[in-house]
């Protein structure tokens, strides 16, 4: 008898794992998740896990040869009445199948999960004592345990709002936009709450679970300066793609433990800034 190196899991078999961990049904409303393209049938050797399905990673998952894309963000949100090959995401679709490369997507079900995307935020800065910053509504098909958006922790050692904003800095992936902070920089931070992506609707519950700060991205000028004039907790404001990165090595680690096939992560910064310039010069008027 010989040894039989076991046969690689089919993109059905890898779908309805991930279905299992990311029920479809714990999604927003508005979400579209789960698989989107690709040939159930097809084995998969390696997989490419990214936050964003563009023309560059894409090409990454060509060039490393996987046959299946675990994106966070959905591809296709919006109606879609075309794939031609002269649309933008049309070509992706394209270049997709024509590489044999199936696509899923794991989004908000992936943020209520428990773990979730924002646990892996929250790991990265240390944090412990965890909890949902809002917690999945009872009777809701996520409702219970630990699930729920965003999360509550402890830092391990309570520090000011500006050493926090270059610790995370340090501590998550590296991007033009960097880390802004807004209120005290001399504020001391002992609660944090954290929240993966856009997280500007979700003031109010930072302020009502108590957190000495939040962190999360894509905050505007007048949510945030209402919030913090209102007492609110200091805010960090850190690139999406950073704040969804590490989610990724935790979601492969999974991968690689439930069917023991190669699982990349993509580095590749997909967030839209590329520069990030500052002055100190002030404007004045005599
Ligand atoms: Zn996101």
Known sequence: MTDSVPAPPAVREVV?????RYPRSWAEQWDRVGPVLGDFDAPVEKILCVVDCVPETVEEAVAAGASLIVAHHPLLLKGVSSVAPDTYKGRIVHRLIKADIALYVAHTNADVADPG???ALAARL???????LVPAAPGSPAAGGRRGIGRVGELAAP????DLASFAAHRLPGTAAGVRAAGDPDRLVRTLAVCGGAGDSFLREATA??????LCA???HHPASEHLAAGGPALLDVAHWA????????VAGWLRAQFGVAVLVSDLDTDPWTVHAVSSSKETHL
């Open 218 to 220: 894509d905050l505007r």
């Open 117 to 119: 995307v924002s646990d």
């Open 126 to 132: 240390d944090l412990v004592k965890l909890r949902p």
């Open 159 to 162: 520090m000011t709002l500006a």
């Open 209 to 214: 679970a108590g957190a000495d700060a939040y």
């Open 243 to 250: 704040s969804e990165r590490p989610w990724l090595d935790e």
């Open 16 to 20: 309805a794992a991930l279905d299992r």
